[in-house]
């Protein structure tokens, strides 16, 4: 981008310290962001659902992931006025974006699990012998 002046201006550089690009980066490059954003690609899921969706997740993990992605406008939470009171959690407009390069992200650790299992445990076999 280049201001009236003639000046350059970064729009956004993940690569420097004080860019904002990098807490957004954190955001979407954290696991539990990678699978609720997964877990609520078919539609709406109450916390409960998520949670069963969500091998190995925390109650506290969850809660502070979701406040997370609301907060960034990824995930709108919806309250239900019902006896007892319902939530759901679905995907904003922004959110859905995310889900072809996260599925690509999935798809791709998927494919090369194999390839990186066996050179973990190559490394690992050497790290042990020296």
């Given at each position: 981008?280049?201001?009236?002046q003639g000046?350059?201006?970064?729009?956004?550089?993940?690569?420097?310290?004080?860019?904002?690009?990098?807490?957004?980066l954190d955001?979407?490059?954290?696991?539990?962001?990678?699978?609720?954003?997964?877990?609520?690609?078919?539609?709406?899921?109450?916390?409960?659902?998520?949670?069963?969706?969500?091998?190995?997740?925390?109650?506290?993990?969850?809660?502070?992931?979701?406040?997370?992605?609301?907060?960034?406008?990824?995930?709108?939470?919806?309250?239900?006025?019902?006896?007892?009171?319902?939530?759901?959690?679905?995907?904003?407009?922004?959110?859905?974006?995310?889900?072809?390069?996260?599925?690509?992200?999935?798809?791709?650790?998927?494919?090369?699990?194999?390839?990186?299992?066996a050179s973990?445990?190559?490394?690992?076999?050497?790290?042990?012998?020296?």
């Amino acid at each position: 981008m280049v201001t009236a002046q003639g000046e350059s201006v970064l729009r956004g550089s993940p690569y420097r310290a004080d860019c904002p690009t990098r807490r957004i980066l954190d955001r979407i490059g954290d696991r539990w962001t990678v699978l609720i954003v997964g877990a609520l690609w078919d539609g709406a899921a109450r916390f409960s659902e998520l949670r069963r969706r969500i091998d190995g997740i925390s109650q506290k993990m969850l809660t502070q992931t979701l406040r997370g992605l609301e907060r960034d406008g990824l995930v709108c939470r919806t309250v239900y006025p019902e006896v007892p009171v319902r939530v759901e959690y679905t995907l904003t407009e922004a959110g859905r974006t995310l889900r072809d390069p996260l599925r690509a992200l999935e798809e791709w650790s998927i494919a090369h699990l194999g390839d990186v299992s066996a050179s973990q445990e190559a490394y690992d076999r050497g790290s042990t012998s020296s």
